[in-house]
């Protein structure tokens, strides 16, 4: 079966925060072979039109959120994402499409837009260095961490800034595919897979 991995974009996303989980995916699944591809990744965006990443690159999303293919992974970068925290059908989406996905898992700053949903009570999440200070007066019922690349919650997980995104998606293909395909996934991009201490 193949799993639907649908990565939410927007003006001022940032750039690696995307295209990291993007490339650790697909990544995976061409190594993982086999006549059924393992996951199938795609961008989401509010609405079918362009988006510009926060250094300009432009994105193209290939589905608008009233219409995409059922998800089994929701990955919520982040970015300059003050403008999205606002947007109420946006909001409305990902607190209609968290309890329907197996995983629900952010990027740096995009654990404010899942946040915002009311969905996660005293939850652990993480976020960069540089917002967790924000994150915890925003959302004050949060266990903030620190000093750790991602945090696992089940059907949520929150990443560093940054980077960190490709170490929790390498988390998130062991989740979903097993160790041997992380691993594997991780020397194919000849990526240093930084892993939380013990």
């Not at 329907?100 to 654990?111: D, E, H, K, P």
Request: net charge negative.
């Amino acid at each position: 079966m193949t799993l639907q991995i649908g990565i939410y974009v927007f003006d001022n996303v940032e750039v690696l925060d995307f295209a990291g989980p993007y490339e650790v995916f697909t990544c995976a699944t061409r190594v993982a072979g086999g006549s059924t591809p393992r996951f199938n990744v795609f961008t989401l965006g509010e609405k079918p039109v362009p988006v510009r990443a926060r250094a300009g690159l432009k994105i193209d999303p290939d589905y608008a959120l009233d219409d995409h293919p059922a998800l089994d992974c929701l990955i919520v970068p982040g970015g300059v994402v003050t403008a999205e925290m606002e947007k109420t059908t946006v909001i409305d989406w990902l607190a209609h499409q968290i309890p329907q996905t197996t995983i629900s898992a952010s990027v740096c700053t995009g654990v404010f837009l899942l946040a915002k949903t009311g969905l996660f009570g005293n939850r652990s999440v993480t976020t960069h260095w540089e917002d967790i200070a924000d994150l915890k007066v925003m959302f004050p019922t949060l266990d903030v961490k620190s000093d750790v690349r991602w945090v696992d919650q089940g059907a949520l997980v929150s990443s560093a800034g940054i980077s960190a995104g490709i170490d929790m998606s390498l988390h998130l293909v062991e989740r979903f595919a097993g160790r041997t395909l992380a691993e594997k996934t991780a020397r194919q991009l000849e990526f240093d897979w930084t892993e939380n201490p013990d």
